[in-house]
């Protein structure tokens, strides 16, 4: 059995959040389906509600820490990636896009990527391929074809969780895949802090 890292991302604002819930269960089926490979999941959880103070903190000082080191670790070692967003003004939340700005734009190079989205309306639903995809392939994340989007009216429909089973199963494919992630520690040469400076 080898033992796989799914790190999951979510940037619901409210607790409990309905994006957390899409998350957990996104995170729930992929660990099935990676069961059912022979293989054994290993979930870590970025709730990035928790980490805004760090993360305005990061953008002062270009390095972060605390928490936000460990999530940043957590996601840049993964072998698998779930990431998921409340859609505000037909994009992602400032949160969620704050913290991909945090991490080195080679640091999820390849990873199989997993994308979701949360909103009140279906209107919303084509945020995904307008806003979240272009982030993720200048990241050159490896995106799988089936997001999941829910709308509010979508909680308990059985098209809801076809479509979160058939995700799920997209990943795990291409996790089961892939030798398990080997990444080097993105903070082994921090950045010195005058680089980050302006000058004339």
């Not at 996601?75 to 896009?97: C, E």
């Not at 995809?133 to 969780?161: I, K, M, N, Q």
Request: hydrophobic share 45%.
């Amino acid at each position: 059995m080898t033992t796989r890292s799914l790190a999951v991302v979510s940037s619901g604002l409210r607790d409990p959040s309905s994006t957390r819930m899409l998350a957990d269960r996104l995170a729930a089926a992929t660990a099935e389906a990676l069961r059912e490979r022979g293989d054994e999941a290993v979930v870590a959880t970025v709730e990035l509600r928790a980490l805004g103070h760090d993360l305005v903190n990061n953008l002062v000082s270009g390095f972060p820490a605390g928490d936000l080191k460990a999530a940043v670790e957590a996601v840049t070692g993964a072998d698998g990636l779930i990431a998921v967003t409340p859609v505000f003004q037909a994009s992602y939340s400032g949160l969620f896009k704050t913290f991909f700005d945090v991490l080195d734009k080679d640091a999820i190079e390849n990873t199989p990527t997993l994308l979701g989205a949360t909103g009140g309306t279906p209107r919303h639903s084509l945020a995904i391929d307008f806003a979240m995809r272009p982030l993720f392939a200048y990241l050159r994340a490896a995106v799988e074809p089936t997001a999941v989007y829910a709308a509010t009216e979508d909680w308990g429909s059985g098209e809801l969780s076809g479509r979160i089973a058939q995700a799920g199963r997209e990943l795990a494919d291409t996790i089961a895949g892939r030798a398990p992630a080997a990444k080097p520690d993105p903070f082994d040469e921090p950045v010195p802090f005058e680089s980050l400076l302006f000058k004339e």
